[in-house]
């Protein structure tokens, strides 16, 4: 079945500066390649999603990048800000039209 | 427009009791996820449904749990006799329509379960 690797599992930057996350998958079939957010106590909440049609996808500080042929996607936040700080899962679409969710990254932003 | 509600928000139960948790989607949504969450890892799909059906339970334990999307109400997830295991963010989501491609899932606050 899929399997969605997600990296790193914890990371910290200087506001201001980029994060990055990166996600693999196994599942050839998948063609949905959702992001979400999710604050302490709070479900999570999707930030971006990009099919698999196209390779790269923008919304304002945030964009995501998928290379079909190597199974990779990653999430980039440019010019962090405190209220970046968050779990962020990636997540993909099995051939079932199930949705398999990465185990997570904690991003810190630091002052 | 309200977005995916959930009740109650926490609940407390002790062993052997049940649990029941609700869901109601987005209007207009008729697919109904649920999703299990332990502290620091990801989700795990439990059950997918659609009004008065159950698509896929693959992901829910085959004794105690059982989930419902009634024709009219919310969709009810419940575990019998509950075991201090049971205790997780249990989270709903819901799309518009599933398919290739199509299924932006919306997720609600979530239910906190702590079997005491």
């Known amino acids: 079945g899929e399997n969605v690797e997600q990296h790193p599992s914890t990371l910290s930057v200087q506001e201001g500066d980029s994060a990055v996350i990166k996600c693999t998958y196994s599942?050839?079939?998948?063609?949905?390649f959702p992001w979400y957010k999710q604050e302490l106590g709070k479900g999570p909440q999707l930030i971006i999603d990009?099919?698999?049609?196209?390779g790269e996808k923008k919304d304002q500080r945030i964009a995501v990048t998928l290379n079909k042929t190597a199974k990779h996607f990653s999430l980039h936040i440019t010019e962090t800000q405190p209220e970046d700080s968050a779990v962020y899962f990636c997540?993909?679409?099995?051939?079932?039209?199930?949705?398999?969710f990465g185990k997570g990254t904690r991003l810190h932003i630091l002052p | 427009n309200a977005g995916v509600m959930q009740n109650p928000r926490h609940l407390v139960r002790r062993r052997g009791q049940e649990a029941r948790l609700r869901c109601s989607p987005v209007?207009?949504?008729?697919?109904v996820y649920w999703y299990r969450q332990l502290p620091e890892e990801g989700l795990k799909f439990m059950v997918y449904?659609?009004?008065?059906?159950?698509?896929?339970e693959s992901g829910m334990p085959k004794e105690r749990f059982s989930a419902e999307f009634p024709k009219e109400g919310p969709s009810i997830l419940r575990i019998q006799q509950v075991v201090r295991g049971d205790s997780a963010a249990y989270f709903c989501?819901?799309?518009?329509?599933?398919?290739?491609?199509?299924?932006?899932?919306?997720f609600g606050p979530g239910t906190r379960l702590t079997v005491l």
């Open positions: 989501a819901s799309s518009p329509q599933r398919g290739p491609g199509t299924d932006t899932q919306y």
């Open positions: 599942d050839s079939a998948s063609n949905y």
């Open positions: 990009i099919r698999s049609n196209v």
């Open positions: 997540a993909a679409t099995n051939r079932d039209d199930k949705i398999i």
């Open positions: 209007k207009g949504h008729s697919h």
């Open positions: 449904l659609q009004k008065e059906n159950i698509i896929d």
